[in-house]
């Protein structure tokens, strides 16, 4: 870092969800949470449907998916491992105007440490990177305010940051 380089501008992550939509509830939803419980070491938290979609069997409060979210320091090796996944390979695309990025991951066993649970079967996942800069909580706490336009991600930053903090090829 330089003495130029302004300390709040630096970009770090927030926090990278993963999620597992198995469209139903029951013992698909019970194995999908047991497998992001294997993944991520942490305790996964069921997801429920908003809307009513009589052709999917869908109604609200129905539990139809299960995410687990990790901060700090075990984000990090995460998304290394997760990168690893993809081939450390990611699109421009899988980037959104606000800096963050999401991508999905075809077969659980393509992450690097992670066993194959035969009982589990092979399921896909989907990976959700959220990316701030300090001074982020005012968008959260109790007096609300906006975030200025200089202190922003851009799409063009997050590339960068993802480039040189993990060496990832954007294609």
Known sequence: ??????????IRIEKV???????????KLEKAKSLL??????????TK???RIPTWNLRPKLEIACKSTIRGEK?????KSLFQALNNELPESKFDDNGNFSFGIKEYIDIPKVEYIPEIG???LEVAVTLERPGFRIKKRIKKNK???KHKITKGEAIEFIK???NIKIK
């Open 122 to 124: 092979i399921i896909g």
């Open 164 to 166: 040189n903090k993990f």
């Open 17 to 27: 969800t993963l999620n597992l939509g198995v469209g139903e509830a029951g013992p």
């Open 49 to 51: 449907a908003k809307k």
């Open 1 to 10: 870092m330089n003495k130029t380089e302004n300390v709040m501008k630096q």
């Open 37 to 46: 419980e294997a993944i991520t070491k942490t305790k996964a938290v069921k």
């Open 75 to 79: 984000a990090e090796l995460m998304l």
């Open 147 to 149: 975030l200025g336009r």
